[in-house]
């Protein structure tokens, strides 16, 4: 069983950034794609970023493309996600999450998910 954290939430203002960690633990960390997620109030949960197992493969949601950045240490066991220029509109409890497959690509299902991380952002 994969255990999945996430760290790094936190109370900021708008156009700071923030930097999200991730550590998945309980397999080959790199055979998995780790994504990002996020739930805003009232909102659904929704994709934010992705990274293949490799680390050469990355996909964002075009509200986000320019601004986060998303990477991984397959030597530590970890991933980031470096959040810039952020919104108001960015607040949300962000999610890691983690699939049995080192493909990752807009769509695709993941399997291991961490009780998330609050990020607020004020205005």
């Known amino acids: 069983q994969v255990q999945v954290v996430e760290s790094g939430g936190g109370l900021v203002r708008a156009g700071d950034s923030l930097r999200l960690s991730c550590t998945a633990s309980g397999g080959t960390f790199s055979s998995y794609a780790m994504g990002w997620f996020r739930q805003g109030p009232g909102k659904e949960r929704e994709f934010v970023a992705s990274i293949s197992g490799s680390g050469v493969s990355t996909y964002y949601a075009s509200s986000v493309s320019g601004r986060f950045a998303i990477s991984r240490d397959n030597a530590k066991n970890t991933m980031d996600l470096q959040m810039n220029s952020l919104k108001p509109e960015d607040t949300a409890v962000y999610y890691c999450?983690?699939?049995?497959?080192?493909?990752?690509?807009?769509?695709?299902?993941?399997?291991?998910w961490g009780q998330g991380t609050q990020v607020t952002v004020s205005s």
């Open positions: 999450a983690a699939r049995r497959s080192p493909i990752a690509g807009p769509g695709v299902p993941y399997d291991y």
